[in-house]
């Protein structure tokens, strides 16, 4: 029922559930399923999708079956986190400090100084603790039966993490008796870890107690829920653009007491938009003087800012060796095996093979702007060759994975096996690094669909973890 | 509390008693229209609907004429009109998400609720739907103010949303008795008729305050009576007195968790002290009419003045 593709045997971490699924009566599911879908309606927990006049907000469909993982299983899993995400901070520290890995042929130079995330107003810029990516999503998928592989790593400003609390809430809400019959590590304590971690970023004249605030770019951002839930659950304020002002490259906010010394901005608003003055000029959502406050040491960004560098898809590739070079060790967690499009022999190797591979656009994100070989009709696979022999620099291909499934909840009411991935939540700061045992699942609710994005008809699930 | 938190707040509150107030409105019209009467009353009733609500310059430029079908339409669902039930509803809601964490979860439900409730309600059409929505549309209203005087905390938050429900509520109570004003008396029913007695008296009812006024005058309803209880008379919570009480203390209460008084303070209190002042034959001596039209002005100076002191 559960497991890589083919196996027939049930997962030793869900057969409590398999007994239990056995005894429940056959419309349960169902039943939790709609009360689920009423209570997320009624709380609000919505998303917002760009273009979708007819609704533009929707809920991201919710699959009651819990994604189980063991706990050795993620005891591994967890060191691989923290091995690749020191790596990545050691790396973006050394990309805008000494650029050793750059000398050392890591990663060839071009590929960091065009990258249109590469931030040149950062080089020589060092954040509290060397920290830059304070929050890191990391997406994995199982391959095979033992170990997970990275498919994307997300170190600017990685959402979902508000749905890995709620769907907590909600399953414990809806099945009291499962979460007694089995031992799961709580994820809620998530927010207090971030706020420990918010809390260790800040500059130091902030003292022990700094001023800590969310900035969302507002309302109509389709993340503008879980903007919101966090904020809540940090005890901040939940800032726009427009309430901060700088004086004096000292970051202030407007209240109804006057204005008040901001010292830590967990920033939901991307690179490009944070400051007119810097990046775009057409910027509504920014903050004009927020980077000339950030150059002065008056406020800490979470994340820094130019993190892009190391989550492009092309740089992607050299993570193994980045991650060599910097913990002196074998990447625990692996690559995809991957194509990069911009070396002629491999866009040669791709062309040929193009039906059977996966092809993604180096600066794409959210599922949009790929190819998905044996999911693609001939007409729209010629149409893309068009596209990678104009333009290879921006693709890169990876084989398409025989990816896990999880038992899902099916429109007719039985459990069917669907695509699923993980990301879990790994939190930097001067004083540590940890990762909240749990993530967010997304699952292809389309039979045979790959595609897990909530903008393409994916939905989540909750994410287990097991403690013995 | 950010300035912008705050001004959020204020215009749930404001939003949301608003909604309140036109499905009384629309009650009352349902209501006068539905009185035997000469030819062109009900006319006269929905046209009354209009102009308490304050939209008459809005309705004419949307090339509508006042019956039953278009005033409903139009104070209830029109897209092209801010003020409708369905928009304030949207607004509160806006406001309020925009503000989410600084709501309680039983608040935000309450409001979330009233909005996931419109579009289960449709455009109702059939008399007996729309009034339903109506009733609907006040319980909502009930909803969240128990839902916010039970469950927030008594901080900067919940003064803002109070006082943005108070000073809309003194701006619909007074708007709400200048309907009689509006309402013409057809020829051949006098003052003091029976047609007249029907006026006010739905009046009352749509207030909720028709037991009321038997209670505190132990008389049948008169003109002057009325305009006493929802004027001066500070037993009446939708009194303009009592809304100037209510103001003035949450006013008051932001000054005294600010440490600071400001122009909003003053005009409040100075407008309360003349409210002690002043009785009914005065009044209706220089006209209720022209006494409501500058409550009315007053009243948003005062908004103006709570806008410059902590909402920008």
Redesign the interface.
């Known amino acids: 029922m559960s497991g890589h593709a083919g196996s027939k045997e049930v997962r030793k971490s869900y057969r409590t559930l398999s007994r239990w699924l056995e005894t429940a009566p056959a419309d349960l599911l169902q039943a939790r399923s709609r009360q689920a879908e009423l209570f997320f309606?009624?709380?609000?927990v919505t998303f917002a999708v760009y273009g979708d006049v007819e609704s533009n907000e929707r809920l991201i469909p919710f699959d009651v079956v819990p994604r189980i993982i063991g706990k050795s299983e993620w005891d591994e899993l967890e060191k691989g986190l923290k091995q690749r995400v020191s790596a990545i901070n050691a790396f973006l520290k050394d990309i805008y400090g000494p650029q050793e890995c750059i000398r050392a042929g890591i990663v060839p130079a071009e590929l960091i100084f065009t990258n249109p995330h590469y931030r040149p107003e950062m080089q020589g810029r060092r954040p509290p603790g060397d920290i830059w990516t304070h929050i890191c999503g990391v997406d994995l998928v199982r391959t095979g039966e033992d170990g997970f592989v990275v498919l994307e790593d997300n170190c600017r400003t990685p959402s979902g993490v508000s749905y890995m609390l709620e769907n907590r809430e909600m399953m414990m809400r809806l099945f009291p008796d499962l979460f007694a019959e089995h031992r799961i590590r709580p994820v809620e304590t998530y927010t207090d870890m971030l706020l420990a971690s918010l809390r260790a970023s800040a500059p130091e004249h902030a003292g022990a107690d700094p001023n800590i605030v969310v900035l969302t770019p507002?309302?109509f951002n389709s993340a503008?829920?879980e903007h919101?839930?966090l904020?809540?659950k940090l005890g901040v304020?939940?800032?726009?653009g427009?309430?901060l002002f700088v004086n004096d490259d000292i970051v202030f906010?407007?209240?109804?007491?006057g204005p008040k010394r901001v010292d830590v901005i967990y920033r939901r608003i991307d690179d490009d938009w944070l400051d007119p003055l810097t990046f775009r000029p057409d910027s509504t959502v920014g903050v004009p003087g927020i980077m000339a406050a950030y150059a002065a040491g008056n406020v800490t960004l979470s994340n820094a800012v130019g993190t892009g560098v190391a989550d492009d898809k092309a740089v992607y590739t050299y993570m193994p060796e980045i991650i060599r070079f910097f913990s002196g060790g074998d990447a625990i967690l692996g690559n995809v095996p991957t194509w990069r499009c911009r070396e002629p022999d491999a866009l040669k190797e791709v062309l040929d093979k193009l039906p059977e591979l996966v092809v993604k656009e180096v600066g794409g994100s959210g599922g949009y702007g790929m190819l998905v070989g044996p999911a693609s009709t001939k007409a729209e696979i010629e149409d893309f060759r068009k596209k990678l022999i104009a333009d290879p620099d921006d693709f890169i291909a990876q084989p398409t994975l025989a990816l896990s499934t999880a038992p899902t909840l099916d429109s007719s009411g039985a459990l069917s096996p669907r695509h699923v991935d993980l990301r879990p939540f790994v939190l930097s700061s001067p004083a540590g690094i940890r990762v909240a045992p749990g993530g967010l699942t997304r699952v292809a609710l389309k039979q045979g669909s790959l595609v897990v994005n909530s903008s393409q008809g994916g939905g989540t699930k909750d994410t287990w973890v097991l403690d013995d | 509390m950010l300035s912008r938190t705050a001004e959020s707040l204020y215009w749930t509150g404001r939003y949301m008693e608003r909604a309140d107030f036109l499905a009384r409105i629309l009650e009352a019209a349902l209501r006068l229209a539905a009185l035997p009467a000469r030819d062109g009353a009900a006319a006269t009733a929905w046209a009354s609907a209009i102009a308490s609500a304050g939209v008459s310059r809005q309705f004419a430029a949307s090339a509508r004429t006042p019956s039953e079908k278009s005033v409903r339409e139009y104070l209830a669902f029109a897209p092209d009109n801010p003020s409708s039930i369905r928009a304030c509803i949207t607004a509160a809601r806006t406001n309020a998400r925009s503000v989410r964490t600084a709501l309680t979860i039983e608040l935000w439900e309450a409001i979330n609720g009233a909005w996931n409730g419109l579009a289960d309600h449709g455009e109702p059409t059939k008399r007996d739907d729309f009034v339903r929505f109506l009733e609907w549309v006040k319980n909502v209203s009930l909803a969240v103010e128990g839902a916010s005087s039970r469950t927030m905390l008594r901080n900067d938050a919940y003064w803002f949303l109070r006082l943005g429900m108070a000073i809309e509520r003194a701006d619909n109570t007074a708007r709400l008795l200048d309907v009689k004003y509006h309402l013409l008396l057809p020829a051949g029913e006098r003052v003091g008729g029976q047609l007249d007695y029907f006026q006010w008296t739905t009046l009352l009812r749509e207030v909720s305050a028709l037991t009321a006024y038997r209670w505190v005058y132990r008389e049948s309803v008169r003109p002057w009576l009325v305009a006493d209880l929802m004027v001066l008379n500070r037993q009446m919570p939708r009194s303009l007195a009592s809304c100037q009480g209510m103001i003035v203390s949450y006013l008051d209460r932001l000054a005294t968790d600010y440490g600071r008084r400001g122009p909003a303070q003053r005009i409040a209190s100075a407008r309360l002290t003349r409210f002690n002042e002043t009785n009914i034959e005065e009044i209706f001596q220089s006209g209720l009419h022209e006494y409501i039209l500058s409550f009315l002005s007053e009243n948003n100076a005062l908004a103006a003045a709570v806008h410059d002191q902590y909402l920008v």
């Open positions: 309606r009624r709380m609000g507002g309302p503008y829920y919101s839930f904020a809540d304020e939940l800032v726009e427009g309430d906010m407007r209240t109804t007491e």
